[in-house]
């Protein structure tokens, strides 16, 4: 089993639709935890941490169950420019993080 | 301080031949960390510095991987004797604390023909 399990899509949605991706990881003793987003040929590059109380940045909610050991990224009013890859990264060695495979999301007109 | 550098961009490569990438991380970051990423999957942790030492390394280095950080600053990745599962984009990345996330470079692709 992965340590940080995801699907990997991919999410075909329409313009102006809310879509979600859920992650699972198998390490109780994560300490933090991330979104990330990749382009295709790019660089990952942070979208945002997760807080355990939940955490919004504009179109975008990340949510952390502990207990059931899954996180979330909603994704509001999609734009064309949201078309990524989205991976969930866990920081569980207190040193590095372990990333997702990544969920592929293609946003069309 | 423009972010995390890479060098080269792509490097093509036949195999047997050793190959060398340089990252320059963020000046005031004294943790760097190297990932490996194939197509359709996330990064794969290869190696982890703590300034100039290397703290972790994971089972995926195997003994034809070195990695340095001689003077806590830059970072290099040796790969001897490349074999084509070696072709992949070799990240670099670097931070101030794990905590907080990364910033990456662009990153190294690395084909072996």
């Known amino acids: 089993r992965k340590e940080v399990e995801q699907d990997p899509g991919p999410f075909n949605v329409p313009e102006g639709a809310t879509v979600a991706f859920n992650c699972t990881y198998s390490n109780s003793a994560s300490q933090s935890f991330f979104w990330y987003r990749q382009d295709c040929r790019k660089e990952p590059k942070l979208l945002m941490s997760?807080?355990?109380s939940g955490n919004e940045d504009g179109r975008f909610t990340a949510q952390l169950n502990r207990a059931s050991q899954y996180i979330s990224l909603l994704i509001r009013d999609s734009k064309l420019s949201d078309s990524a890859t989205y991976l969930c990264?866990?920081?569980?060695?207190?040193?590095?993080?372990?990333f997702g495979g990544g969920t592929r999301l293609m946003v069309k007109p | 301080d423009t972010g995390v550098s890479q060098n080269p961009r792509h490097k093509i490569t036949k195999r047997g031949q050793n190959v060398t990438f340089r990252c320059d991380p963020i000046?005031?970051?004294?943790?760097l960390y190297w990932y490996r990423q194939t197509l359709g999957q996330g990064p794969e942790f290869l190696t982890y510095?703590?300034?100039?030492?290397?703290?972790?390394k994971s089972r995926l280095l195997s003994d034809r991987f070195s990695a340095e950080r001689p003077k806590g600053s830059f970072s290099t990745l040796e790969i001897q004797r490349t074999e084509q599962g070696d072709s992949a984009m070799y990240l670099c990345a670097s931070s101030l604390d794990s905590l907080y996330g990364y910033t990456f470079g662009s990153g190294t692709r690395l084909t072996v023909v």
């Open positions: 997760v807080y355990s």
């Open positions: 990264v866990v920081n569980y060695a207190g040193n590095m993080l372990t």
């Open positions: 000046s005031e970051h004294n943790r």
């Open positions: 510095f703590q300034n100039e030492a290397q703290l972790e």
